[in-house]
Nanobody, 118 residues
Framework: VQLQASGGGLVQPGGSLRLSCAAS????????MAWYRQAPGKERELVAA???????DCADSVKGRCTISRDSAKSTLFLQMNKLKPEDTAVYYC?????????????WGQGTQVTVSS
């Protein structure tokens, strides 16, 4: 599985952003996808996740401001973030999990920078 994230940029506080992650390869074997972020000097943290069945969840820090979704072909993952705050500034990474008997394989995109600043 190959993942290519895009859509980052500079956004003013209170603004919105939509990140995309194009998946290729064995996309129909993906069990779940997620967005993570990593701010300078901090650990990478989970932002939102979606299962192959369509169940979604967002981290408490972004709940109410976050929507994660996939297109019907399941080839593109999206993250819509609203009411952005300076503390949302981070590199955002998309992630895909493939579960096979005996192992869990994780794949990562290259990351896209989101900067929230006036």
């Amino acid at each position: 599985v190959q993942l290519q994230a895009s859509g980052g940029g500079l956004v003013q506080p209170g603004g919105s952003l939509r990140l995309s992650c194009a998946a290729s390869g064995s996309i129909f074997s993906i069990n779940a996808m997620a967005w993570y972020r990593q701010a300078p000097g901090k650990e990478r943290e989970l932002v939102a996740a979606i299962t192959s069945g369509g169940s979604t969840d967002c981290a408490d820090s972004v709940k109410g401001r976050c929507t994660i979704s996939r297109d019907s072909a399941k080839s593109t993952l999206f993250l819509q973030m609203n009411k952005l705050k300076p503390e949302d500034t981070a590199v955002y990474y998309c992630n895909a999990l493939l579960v096979v008997p005996g192992s869990v394989n994780a794949y990562w995109g290259q990351g896209t920078q989101v900067t929230v600043s006036s």
